[in-house]
């Protein structure tokens, strides 16, 4: 059961560029988590935000929460290559015994 | 990186055949996972472990068993394998409870049913 829904599927910018990730979500949460996934690697974490929370900062990302619309995004500053990846967003709470991911949003950076 | 080995890294199996997964961890943490990661699916959880001989099942369980005899080892097997199984399966641990830390990944086992 799918719970947080990224959008857009895929993004593609240019190096020093700003890339917003967006993910929505239907039912109340604890917390709700980033990752980064490489190809051909493992997910990870980038930052956890809890749901009394409504912004968190760590380097070039930023991560907003809205729980009145049950959304999140991340902002990633400046883009390089290096970023890019898969990012998907993660949610737990509520009826949720487990940490629930979306399916991602796939990043491209040209340099 | 989180001291996490997936083994074997790719396999090719036949169809019914039993396949075991394994999962080591070095960082003493109670709680793992195995997840299988498909493309139009994104991660979905099969089994987790909260502790040494306690296993619990997840969303996609179904044609899975799991065991955990030490705390640094996770053992995933597909009693008899399907086309469907042919996956990419990571392995996870976390050190609170289960949406309540982050979760730290392994590198993936590919697996192939053929």
């Given amino acids: 059961s799918q719970q947080g829904e990224e959008d857009p599927q895929a993004l593609s910018i240019q190096e020093g560029e700003n890339a917003t990730m967006n993910c929505s979500y239907k039912t109340s949460i604890n917390n709700l988590q980033w990752y980064r996934q490489n190809s051909g690697r493992g997910l990870v974490h980038l930052i956890l935000i809890r749901?009394?929370?409504?912004?968190k900062h760590s380097g070039r990302l930023r991560v907003t929460l809205d729980?009145?619309?049950?959304?999140?995004?991340?902002?990633?500053?400046?883009?390089?290559?290096?970023?890019t990846a898969s990012y998907f967003c993660a949610t737990f709470g509520g009826s949720q015994g487990n940490l629930i991911f979306g399916k991602g949003t796939k990043l491209s950076v040209k340099p | 990186d989180a001291g996490i080995t997936q083994s074997p890294r790719h396999k090719v199996t036949e169809t019914g055949t039993p396949v075991t997964l394994r999962c080591h961890q070095t960082e003493n943490h109670r709680y793992m996972y195995w997840y299988r990661q498909d493309p139009g699916h994104g991660l979905r959880l099969i089994h987790y472990s909260y502790g040494v001989k306690d296993t619990d099942k997840g969303e996609v369980s179904d044609g899975y068993s799991v065991s955990r005899s030490k705390t640094e080892d996770f053992l995933l097997t597909l009693e008899s394998a399907t086309s469907s199984q042919t996956s990419v399966y990571f392995c996870a641990i976390s050190e609170t409870y289960r949406g309540g830390s982050p979760l730290h990944f392994g590198n993936g086992t590919r697996l192939t049913v053929t």
């Fill in chain 1, 51 to 55: 749901s009394n929370e409504r912004e």
């Fill in chain 1, 67 to 83: 729980t009145s619309k049950k959304s999140s995004s991340l902002l990633i500053t400046a883009s390089r290559a290096a970023d």
